[in-house]
């Protein structure tokens, strides 16, 4: 199975700052990264696919790079409704495995 | 907009089998870009992928609970469904049902992108 790892577990920040998550695979799975955002009692949402590419109206203050073995979440200019917990998830083969989490609390 | 509402017990006792059916509506099953599975989440394990599976009912298991789980096709009602056995209190979890988007078979990739909206299933005596 591929191994996801994020880092940090949580992060606090304010709004208007920005902040990275690194998700790092055990193996290399090229571009095949997927991030989510999930707030309190509900699904997680589908915001990044291949590493980079933003989904349908997420906001453009998110942002995702990185191939192989190592990627990053970005979050430019934090707003209140980006506090939640995020993860990555490898789409290259199964199982589907996903990172812990990184949960983005306000400071 | 495609959208999926799991059903099903929220109890379930120990030894005996949880039972989950997703509904989806707003397209079809049969649509040959997607596959349908079945994801849990809990505190302490996090997410967890417990399999996935195509209209035709072609099946991929997590390995780590292959032995226990049996996922179904419905394309008549355009419903899919998750069969776990003999469950423990560690099977307690919220199991969301999802759309899983595949790519070609030149380059692919499965991406959850489209989730249910959970449901919470405690096993308890």
């Known amino acids: 199975d591929i191994q996801m790892t994020q880092s940090p577990s949580s992060v606090s920040a304010s709004v208007g700052d920005g902040v990275t998550i690194t998700c790092r695979a055990s193996?290399?799975?090229?571009?095949?990264l997927a991030w989510y955002q999930q707030k309190p009692g509900t699904a997680p949402k589908f915001l990044i696919s291949?590493?980079?590419s933003l989904q349908s109206g997420v906001p453009s203050r998110f942002s995702g790079s990185g191939s192989g073995t190592d990627f990053t979440l970005t979050i430019n200019s934090l707003q209140p409704e980006d506090f939640a917990t995020y993860y990555c998830?490898?789409?290259?083969?199964?199982?589907?495995?996903f990172g812990q989490g990184t949960r983005l609390e306000i400071k | 907009q495609m959208q999926l509402q799991e059903s099903g017990p929220g109890l379930v006792k120990p030894s005996e089998t949880l039972s989950l059916t997703c509904s989806v509506s707003?397209?079809?099953?049969?649509?040959?870009?997607?596959?349908w599975g079945w994801i849990r989440q809990t505190p302490g394990k996090g997410l967890e992928w417990i399999g996935n599976?195509?209209?035709?009912?072609?099946?991929y298991y997590n390995l780590s609970l292959k032995s226990r789980v049996t996922m179904s096709v419905d394309t008549s009602k355009n419903q899919f469904s998750l069969m776990l056995s003999s469950v423990t209190a560690a099977d307690t979890a919220v199991y969301y049902c999802?759309?899983?988007?595949?790519?070609?078979?030149?380059?692919?990739?499965?991406?959850?992108?489209?989730w249910g909206r959970g449901t919470t299933v405690t096993v308890s005596s």
């Open positions: 707003g397209g079809s099953i049969r649509n040959t870009n997607y596959y």
């Open positions: 998830q490898q789409a290259y083969s199964f199982p589907l495995t």
């Open positions: 291949s590493a980079s």
């Open positions: 599976m195509y209209y035709t009912g072609s099946t």
């Open positions: 193996q290399d799975i090229g571009t095949r």
């Open positions: 999802a759309r899983v988007l595949l790519g070609t078979a030149r380059y692919f990739y499965y991406y959850t992108d489209v």
